[in-house]
């Protein structure tokens, strides 16, 4: 079976960036990844001042068959962007011959290099934090994205992904995939996905032109949100280039999934992550609260309210479908199925609740 993932020994790795960029490497961890490999680098840089520094990187492996120059320059790009507008990103950094990538000798590999923001995934801080106050902020977070996002969009075109399952409008390469795992999943199951599929695709697709589109990180969830916690908060984080606060309590990393897709989608998929992943607030509840603080930086209309429920319910079935088909491809890589049984769960608790209830709890709080 074709493992997805790159495979390159540390010891290659290594050898690599000392040669390539003039690191003295002195640790290398390999990271939880869905597709291509990822590391966590600290090193010296020998080509540098004298005076002893231990710097930091990421370091992502992909398949040269994978990678498209054009569309990593524009990833470049939007991460450039935000960062001129003042948020905290991982940023691209250059190989020593002023290079964005390198692609190894034997033509089956490309590395990049990465900055490294300072923190701890979201993820490992939920279970201590003021959960409402955190998805409030993570709204206001998302719309002030957003809003800075809008201005390039028009500068930078990206190519569609008609067979991309992660993204939202593309609901029709779940029915697909769906067949491909049926010998995993279960009637019930089926029904339930299939049920809420041709629920989005009545509902929210025929609208689909209508809806404002732009540039989207496309995979904002809480392994790709860096926060600095300390003493039961979320703290502004720190630029990992000079060292000064900036007002943001997230970092954003991770752009390999960038694209032009509405809004209202990445806002439905960040709100499925929320429900999959707080346990200390109501399931329905979060939606309202993200969105109290999304619509201080941008407009929710009633109609986007009455169509949020079916992204959502169809988010959470990407989880389940893509999840599980992915992991028969690499049935060593447990990562493939992250939130796929919690987003079942979900989906099981979320069939006693109409659309129209989720709508009325959340205007419900943005009200209060």
């Not at 940023?91 to 290079?99: N, R, T």
């Not at 590395?111 to 998805?135: E, Q, V, Y």
Request: with cysteine; glycine share 4%.
């Amino acid at each position: 079976m074709d493992k997805r993932r790159p495979e390159l020994s540390n010891q290659e790795l290594k050898r690599i960036l000392q040669v390539k960029c003039g690191w003295k490497v002195h640790n290398i961890d390999r990271l939880d990844s869905f597709e291509d490999s990822n590391f966590f680098v600290k090193y010296e840089n020998s080509c540098g001042s004298r005076l002893y520094e231990e710097m930091q990187a990421m370091v992502k492996l992909s398949h040269r068959r994978n990678f498209c120059q054009q569309k990593a320059e524009k990833e470049r790009k939007v991460m450039e962007h935000l960062k001129d507008d003042g948020f905290i990103c991982t940023l691209c950094l250059s190989f020593p011959d002023d290079k964005w990538f390198h692609e190894t000798d034997d033509g089956q590999f490309v590395i990049r290099l990465f900055s490294f923001i300072p923190g701890k995934p979201l993820k490992n801080c939920l279970h201590k934090i003021d959960s409402k106050r955190m998805i409030k902020e993570l709204g206001g977070f998302t719309g002030k994205l957003h809003k800075s996002l809008k201005t390039i969009t028009k500068e930078i075109s990206l190519e569609s992904r008609p067979n991309d399952p992660w993204i939202l409008e593309n609901s029709t390469c779940l029915r697909t995939l769906l067949k491909d795992i049926k010998q995993i999943s279960s009637e019930e199951r089926d029904d339930i996905i299939l049920k809420i599929l041709q629920k989005f695709e009545d509902n929210v697709m025929p609208l689909f032109k209508e809806l404002q589109k732009g540039i989207i990180h496309n995979d904002i969830h809480d392994l790709n949100i860096i926060v600095n916690y300390k003493d039961g908060n979320l703290h502004p984080i720190y630029d990992a280039e000079d060292n000064t606060k900036r007002e943001t309590k997230f970092g954003l990393i991770d752009f390999n999934d960038i694209a032009y897709s509405p809004y209202l989608f990445e806002v439905a998929m960040i709100i499925r992550d929320l429900m999959v992943d707080v346990e200390d607030v109501d399931s329905i509840d979060i939606g309202g609260h993200f969105l109290n603080g999304y619509k201080e930086f941008c407009h929710i209309s009633d109609k986007d309210l009455q169509l949020l429920p079916y992204c959502i319910l169809v988010g959470l079935c990407q989880y389940i479908v893509v999840g599980e088909s992915e992991f028969q491809k690499q049935p060593d890589n447990e990562y493939t199925r992250l939130g796929a049984d919690s987003a079942w769960l979900m989906l099981q608790k979320l069939q006693n609740v109409a659309e129209e209830e989720m709508t009325r709890q959340w205007n419900r709080i943005l009200k209060s």
